[in-house]
């Protein structure tokens, strides 16, 4: 009876490093490693012994025979991959052991953010060095994007942070979030007080489609529509009312967010209630008239950013229809039927302009060649994340990340600019789910481990951890520390238990800061 790995794995490979029988791939190096789709168990090797169902962080793999219905059909999923793969082999073959080379107990080392990235970065630093760490974020509560841009339908995959939170917890880590860098600190500074400071601040700002229209109020980015449902806190619902004219919306792309945003819209308030979804979107989205969601593919279905396995997930909500329009054979131009809910991709199929007077009423559409209308009450851009720069650190505009070589940051010379590192999507730009992060997080810690070898990075150089917070705190008022994080932990999951859901998260600085004092005097 084999293990089947299910719908909400994050592909970080904890898995394959734990596995006695090397029978779980693609393993990084393999085709197919690195995007964000499942990776699989091949049922003809595997032993059954669970040890990778203790190492996943998301909780997403089973025995065969312990599956419910809406996961049975990854078993299949799992055994075709092997079907389709006959180059990869399982079994177990010979694995190349690193020399290790210690960073000693002299070393401060600052990481900036607490995403998957940062996490990862943080775990492989606390295994691999004697240094001391210090965790730093902007927000005062640690996740970045698991908390501010993960699904709240998907609660499985933000289980990850519950190993970020072992790692808070270790003697030679101090948190100091609400502490902004770029804002209350500059990177100079933060060089001063480190001997290392690693970037893991992802990618929260959006691509512009460079539109007619764009501007207009009903035409928001996903990554502003996202933290608003995620409950970032003192974010404002980024489109007015909507006016179910059409009863319906438009989202450009065909990426893993374009169908998450769609699946929350089009959910129905009872489903969402269950989740962390934020409860400012809860309350709009109860009165809401959205009925349709039309997905723009530019390009054919064959070439679809989603990947298989949320494409499936589209199947959990109760009551949606979703259609695959390939050519052009579903007409969206009159209002949608508001008796229905219902998905449409339309691929070969790409926005011209949004169209209205002083909002959205439509998007202008180029479908293989013809230009029509689609009504629509809502245009959501759906085309990538981008980095937000940071004052004082070099930043590639065009690419949307911070120049690197193999996770060296870079200045406009090209040189490695020492001391300096990043990871994950501040790193190689935003592709690839949260697990992708631990390998790239661990190529980044590697650079590091290299640049003390090689005597490039010296320790004891900064004045560490306490100057810094003491420093910080003067600028900012109030830094969260660990016990401030799990004060505001425990007060979300204390509002979320009186209404069934696993917390109700807080939606205002204030807020958050207020819990972390209630807690200091209790
Ligand atoms: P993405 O996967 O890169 O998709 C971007 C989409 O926008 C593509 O369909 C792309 O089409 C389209 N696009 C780009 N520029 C366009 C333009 N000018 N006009 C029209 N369409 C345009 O980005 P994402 O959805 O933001 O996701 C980012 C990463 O996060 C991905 O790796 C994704 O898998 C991951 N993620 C994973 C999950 C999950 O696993 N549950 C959830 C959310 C996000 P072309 O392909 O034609 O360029």
């Known amino acids: 009876m084999p293990h089947v790995i299910t719908q909400a794995c994050c592909s970080d490979a904890s898995c394959v490093n734990v596995c006695p029988v090397n029978c779980i791939h693609p393993t990084p190096g393999e085709p197919g490693f690195g995007g964000s789709e499942i990776l699989h168990i091949d ?100 996740g970045g994007l698991v908390r501010a841009g993960v699904a709240p339908d998907h ?92 009863h319906r919306a438009v989202v450009v792309g065909t990426g893993n967010v374009a169908l998450d945003v769609a699946r929350i819209l089009l959910s129905p308030v009872e489903r969402l209630r269950t989740t962390d979804i934020a409860d400012r979107a809860l309350e709009y989205l109860t009165r809401q008239d959205l009925h349709e969601v039309v997905l723009l593919g530019r390009r054919a279905a064959t070439d679809a950013a989603y990947t298989a396995a949320e494409f499936r997930a589209l199947q959990s909500v109760p009551g949606l229809e979703v259609v695959v329009d390939e050519d052009d054979g579903i007409d969206v131009t009159a209002p949608a039927d508001p008796s229905r809910r219902r998905i449409v991709l339309k691929f070969h199929t790409s926005p011209v302009a949004a169209v209205g007077d002083e909002a959205v009423e439509a998007v202008r559409v180029d479908a293989a060649g013809t230009v029509r ?48 590192y990043v990871v994950g999507w501040a790193k190689r730009g935003p592709s690839g789910g949260i697990g992708t992060n631990r390998i790239d997080a661990i190529a980044t810690v590697e650079a590091l481990v290299e640049d003390v070898a090689a005597g490039k990075l010296a320790g004891g150089r900064g004045t560490g951890s306490e100057a810094f917070v003491g420093m910080a705190r003067r600028r900012v008022g109030r830094v969260v520390d660990y016990g401030g994080l799990r004060s505001i932990d425990v007060a979300e999951r204390r509002r979320g238990e009186v209404q069934g859901r ?21």
């Open 502 to 522: 696993p917390r109700v998260k807080f939606e205002r600085f204030a807020d958050m800061l207020a819990s972390t004092r209630r807690s200091r005097r209790t």
């Open 373 to 420: 209308d689609i009504p629509a009450d809502l245009l959501v851009r759906s085309i990538g994340y981008r980095s937000v720069p940071i004052d004082g650190l070099p930043f590639d505009e065009a690419a949307g990340r911070f120049p690197n070589a193999a996770g060296r940051i870079t200045g406009p010379d090209g040189g490695v600019q020492p001391g300096r």
């Open 43 to 142: 049922p003809d090797t595997c032993i059954d012994c669970g040890a990778c169902a203790d190492a996943c962080p998301v909780d997403a793999i089973y025995p065969l025979d312990r599956l419910g219905p809406a996961d049975l059909p990854y078993a299949q999923i799992n055994a075709d991959f092997y079907t389709e793969h006959p180059e990869i082999t399982s079994g177990w073959d010979a694995v190349e052991y690193r020399p290790a080379v210690r960073v000693g107990s002299e070393y401060q080392i600052a990481i900036v953010g607490t995403g998957p990235s940062a996490g990862y970065a943080l775990r492989e630093l606390v295994a691999r060095t004697d240094a001391h760490i210090t965790v730093i974020d902007k927000l005062p509560t640690p």
């Open 155 to 246: 609660p499985g995959t933000k289980g990850v942070l519950k190993g970020f939170d072992l790692m808070y917890r270790h003697p030679r880590v101090t948190v100091a979030t609400n502490i902004e860098v770029g804002r209350d600190v500059s990177p100079a500074e933060i060089d001063e007080y480190f001997d290392a400071v690693i970037y893991g601040v992802g990618a929260s700002s959006a691509r512009k489609l460079g539109i007619d229209g764009e501007d207009l109020p009903g035409s928001t980015a996903a990554t502003d529509l996202v933290a608003w449902y995620n409950a970032v806190p003192d974010v404002p619902r980024p489109f007015p009312d909507l006016p179910a004219r059409s």
